[in-house]
């Protein structure tokens, strides 16, 4: 049951794997993944290649390989328990099989150990992984942007994102954030972000760290009148993040975001009714006065990506 589950899912996805595919970090981490099963199965190579097995073919795995390889699954099983996206189940396989790789590598030959290290390091400094790109409703802050945003209006709610580019946490959690605004946004409900990896000021006044240990990264927190009500993950004395599932049900039910979004929409058409009845005022008789035209209360324009 478990296989055919597996199946359907990877079918479903398959138009979004095809386009994974065609990007380099993808590409490269894929090579990365199989590069060991590639070299140990390779004919003309695997002959050339130490084995400790009892008959001797060095184009088969040991049981010193096969032990390695099915741990790295159980890790993987045991990491993709808690992954929420696609993205994340595929970093994991990525991440962890590298990892496996490494020890392989290094067991079978020091010297494709190192290279193949080296490849490692290498790919982690000039590939990373390609930011969302997807629709969604979401205004950018910079460091001298937001408190202006957020002190706007004070019948606005705010949920903005505290994120890193470098975060694979963050780059996981972006779809399902724009997700959320595509669902939610209103004149009186807004989603935001701010990259505190590139505005360290916003990081330290907020209090989100951006180091890996604490595990704040992303953070999200809720704004009403301009301060902060409410935020997720929390954080416990010693400055580390309380363990948070970053799901849309979870932030759906902690955030209350159907009864906001309820409010904020109630909000919004009693503000535009006070505003027709007060444009609809009609002019004395004899007097050569015209009413005035209501305006259309438009959203504002909002900016994407830097």
Not at 37 to 50: I, W
Not at 106 to 111: A, E, G, P, T, V
Not at 154 to 173: D, G, K, L, M, P
Request: with cysteine; proline share 4%; net charge neutral.
């Amino acid at each position: 049951m478990a296989l055919i589950t597996g199946l359907c899912t990877f079918l479903y996805h398959l138009p979004q794997i095809y386009k994974w595919l065609l990007k380099p970090y993808y590409i490269t981490s894929l090579f990365m993944t199989v590069a060991f099963l590639v070299v140990r199965k390779a004919p003309g190579l695997c002959e050339h290649l130490a084995t400790q097995r009892e008959d001797g073919n060095s184009c088969d795995f040991d049981w010193r390989e096969v032990e390695i390889l099915m741990f790295l699954s159980a890790i993987v099983m045991m990491k993709n328990r808690r992954a929420i996206t696609l993205e994340q189940h595929i970093g994991n396989v990525f991440l962890f099989s590298k990892v496996a790789n490494v020890m392989l590598f290094f067991r079978l030959d020091i010297r494709l150990g190192i290279l193949y290290l080296a490849l490692c390091v290498a790919f982690v400094m000039t590939c990373k992984p390609p930011l969302y790109m997807g629709p969604e409703y979401i205004k950018y802050f910079s460091d001298k942007t937001m408190d202006e945003e957020l002190q706007r209006d004070s019948r606005v709610t705010w949920i903005v994102e505290f994120y890193a580019n470098w975060s694979s946490e963050c780059q996981s959690f972006a779809s399902i954030f724009a997700d959320l605004s595509l669902k939610y946004n209103c004149p009186g409900l807004r989603f935001g972000k701010v990259d505190i990896g590139r505005y360290g000021e916003v990081s330290e006044r907020y209090r989100v760290s951006t180091s890996p240990l604490t595990k704040q990264l992303p953070s999200l927190v809720l704004f009403q009148e301009g301060r902060e009500v409410m935020r997720r993950p929390m954080v416990d004395n010693k400055g580390r993040a309380v363990s948070w599932t970053f799901s849309e049900e979870n932030i759906i039910r902690e955030f209350n975001l159907n009864e906001l979004f309820q409010k904020s929409k109630k909000l919004n058409k009693d503000r535009g009714l006070n505003e027709e009845e007060q444009n609809s005022t009609q002019p004395e008789e004899g007097s050569n006065e015209l009413p005035s035209e209501t305006n259309d209360l438009k959203q504002p324009t909002e900016s994407k990506k830097d």
